[in-house]
């Protein structure tokens, strides 16, 4: 396991412990002498937001209290995407965890006034268990490295059948995901974010090839627009597993919207054979599925085409493409080179 902290940002925490455990206590009817403990931030996951995992204990009356909790404050100055969609991601997991329809940790309280951390946060229980993390490469390190075929058979069912329940939750139910008047929802929603992406990275040395990529696509649009969730960053590496790999968390609800069901897929795919599949050097993870059994088996979970799913992969492509470009202009190094970019987005 990575002891690496990817966060963009840090502070001192024991200054942040006293800070928001009166804020906590407040919170919470009947509470005293309520501490912060353990913080800490995640190691080798966390990229995009400041989150820090610690445990509070209370006494309510005579009785002591304890829960993990995790704090996640928006960014400031580090700002990765376009659209900051803090209070969305709050609202999107509190939905879906009071729907019961995907698996994701209780949202307990959100602050919007910035007075107190100095961006707005929010306050989750923390869950427990195994995340297959980045950094270094789950297929290189870590308990998913160490795990038998099967193991990790079992959890990558886990992990598509999760994916595919997504497509599950009714659109009436997440209207506060709603884009702009002129991209509401579905594959306007979402093309319309990546236009805006595109626009915003007018200053990057990628811009020309990301344009070039965009009229690509627009001239191809797929026929085939399912509706539905968008949970914006959809890979294993964004979910947490029991020791059984039983999915115990989808995290990372930072980009949602209601964009449609084949963009999470496409992602997936994308990053899995990223990350886990045959490569010149390497053989596929043993146990993890293939492109084509992930397709089938989402298909049959969630009921949905997945047809045209090669122009979804293609604009997958763009929007790492664009995520990337952001982070060199953050990092002020080249994550990649136009010319590999462009052989990557199809327009060399």
Not at 40 to 54: C, K, N, V, W
Request: proline share 5%; aromatic share 8%.
């Amino acid at each position: 396991m990575s002891d690496q902290i990817v966060a963009p940002e840090t502070r001192d925490l024991a200054s942040l412990a006293r800070d928001l455990a009166s804020w906590i206590a407040a919170r919470i009817p009947g509470a005293s002498d309520l501490r912060l403990e353990n913080l800490d931030y995640p190691r080798g996951a966390g990229m995009s937001h400041e989150t820090i995992l610690f445990d509070a204990a209370w006494r309510e009356g005579s009785e002591q209290k304890r829960q993990g909790m995790v704090v996640r404050i928006r960014p400031s100055s580090q700002t990765v995407f376009p659209d900051t969609l803090f209070v969305e991601q709050f609202k999107v997991m509190q939905a879906l965890h009071a729907g019961g329809h995907v698996k994701v940790a209780k949202v307990l309280w959100l602050e919007e006034d910035p007075g107190l951390l100095g961006q707005p946060f929010f306050v989750m229980e923390k869950k427990h268990g195994r995340v297959p993390v980045s950094y270094p490469p789950y297929r290189q390190q870590g308990f998913l490295a160490e795990a038998t075929p099967a193991q990790r058979r079992t959890l990558w069912e886990n992990a598509v059948t999760e994916l595919a329940r997504m497509q599950l939750v009714p659109v009436s139910e997440l209207r506060f995901l709603e884009g702009p008047p002129h991209a509401r929802e579905g594959f306007a929603q979402e093309w319309d974010k990546y236009v805006r992406f595109v626009d915003w990275l007018k200053d990057s040395p990628a811009h020309g090839v990301l344009a070039r990529a965009l009229e690509r696509l627009d001239a191809i649009r797929p026929a085939n627009q399912p509706e539905g969730l968008v949970w914006g960053d959809a890979r294993i590496g964004n979910m947490m597993f029991d020791d059984d790999f039983n999915v115990v968390a989808v995290m990372d609800w930072e980009q949602p919207s209601l964009g449609g069901a084949l963009q999470d897929l496409s992602w997936f795919t994308v990053l899995s054979e990223t990350m886990h599949g045959a490569t010149a050097d390497l053989p596929r993870l043993e146990g993890m599925g293939t492109r084509d059994e992930t397709v089938a088996l989402w298909e049959q979970v969630c009921g949905k085409s997945a047809a045209d799913l090669e122009w979804y992969e293609d604009f997958t492509q763009l929007k790492m493409s664009c995520t990337g470009a952001r982070l060199s202009q953050l990092r002020g190094m080249e994550m990649m080179s136009v010319e590999q970019m462009a052989k990557r987005l199809k327009v060399a």
